[in-house]
C-alpha cells in the first residue's frame, strides 16, 4: 500500500484529507496520545509539536510557548482557530527555528511520512537545548501486514505515502545525538468506539510488548 513517497506526494495526501481527518481520526488513538504527551513532556516550557496538522493535542500542555508546525498549509488551516497555538508551515527537515529553542519537541504519526527522517530528527536535535525531550508516536512498523489489513477494511485512515520504521529503525535516527529514555508499544486495535478499544488494550498486549503503535522517548544529550 505503499506510494511513490516524497514530500509532493504526502503534501497531497494530506491536502485531500484534511478537512475531514481530526474527524476520522479515531478518539480512542487521540486520547492516547494526549496522554502520552502528558505524562512525556508535562515539564517542558517551549514546546514544538511538528507534523501537528489538525489535531489539538498540544492543548493538552499547559506549556508556556507552544507552536504546531506542519508542511501541510490545508492541515493547519483545518486546526480549530479558537484557543490553538500559533502555526507555522514548515517541512521537519529544515525547520526555521534557531538552535537550542525548545525544550520539547513530539511527532504523532510523522516519521513513517518523511522522506528522510533522519534529516528531521537531526533538525529536531539542533532545535532542542541539550537535556531536552522528543517523543516519537509512530505505528509499530513490526506488524505492517496488519497495518495494511486494517487500512483495506477501512478501520483506519489512509497512509498515504509512508514507509513504516520499526523500533531499531526508529532508535537509529538519534545516532549519537539523543539517549533513549523510553520506549514502549502500545494500543492493540485502533478502531470502533473508544471504550471498546480501552478494553482490549487492557487485555495485556501492552506487557507483552505487543501493539500497532510504539512510542520512544529520546533526550538530547
Ligand atoms: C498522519 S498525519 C498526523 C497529524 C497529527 N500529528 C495527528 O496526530 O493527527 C501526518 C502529518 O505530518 C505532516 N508531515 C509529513 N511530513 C512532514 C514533514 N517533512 N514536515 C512537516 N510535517 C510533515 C503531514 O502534513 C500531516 O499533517
Redesign the pocket.
Known amino acids: 500500500m505503499t506510494t511513490e513517497h516524497n514530500?509532493d506526494t504526502?503534501?497531497a495526501h494530506?491536502a485531500e484529507l484534511a478537512q475531514s481527518?481530526?474527524d476520522k481520526?479515531n478518539p480512542a488513538c487521540?486520547r492516547a496520545?494526549e496522554s502520552l504527551v502528558r505524562r512525556a513532556l508535562a515539564d517542558c516550557t517551549h514546546v514544538l509539536?511538528?507534523?501537528?496538522?489538525?489535531?489539538p493535542?498540544l492543548a493538552v500542555l499547559n506549556a508556556p510557548f507552544a507552536v504546531a508546525?506542519?508542511?501541510?498549509f490545508p492541515?493547519l488551516a483545518a486546526r480549530n482557530a479558537a484557543a490553538d497555538a500559533p502555526r507555522v508551515t514548515?517541512?521537519?527537515?529544515q525547520l526555521p527555528y534557531a538552535s537550542g529553542s525548545f525544550d520539547g519537541v513530539y511527532?504523532?504519526?510523522?516519521l513513517e511520512?518523511?522522506?528522510a527522517p533522519k534529516a528531521?530528527v537531526s533538525e529536531v536535535s539542533r532545535i532542542l537545548k541539550p537535556g531536552g525531550l522528543f517523543l516519537s508516536i509512530t505505528p509499530n512498523g513490526d506488524v505492517e501486514w496488519l497495518l495494511d489489513l486494517l487500512e483495506r477494511l477501512k478501520l483506519k485512515?489512509p497512509?498515504g505515502p509512508h514507509k513504516f520504521l520499526n523500533f531499531a529503525e526508529t532508535a537509529a535516527l538519534a545516532g549519537d545525538a539523543f539517549d533513549v529514555v523510553a520506549h514502549q508499544k502500545f494500543l492493540a486495535f485502533p478502531a470502533g468506539p473508544e471504550g471498546l478499544v480501552n478494553c482490549i488494550d487492557r487485555l495485556g498486549f501492552r506487557d507483552r510488548g505487543w501493539g500497532l503503535f510504539q512510542y520512544i522517548v529520546f533526550r538530547k544529550i
Open positions: 514530500t504526502v503534501k494530506y481527518y481530526d481520526a487521540k496520545y509539536e511538528l507534523g501537528a496538522g489538525s489535531s493535542t508546525c506542519d508542511m501541510s492541515m514548515a517541512d521537519g527537515q511527532t504523532i504519526n510523522v511520512h518523511v522522506p528531521l485512515l497512509e
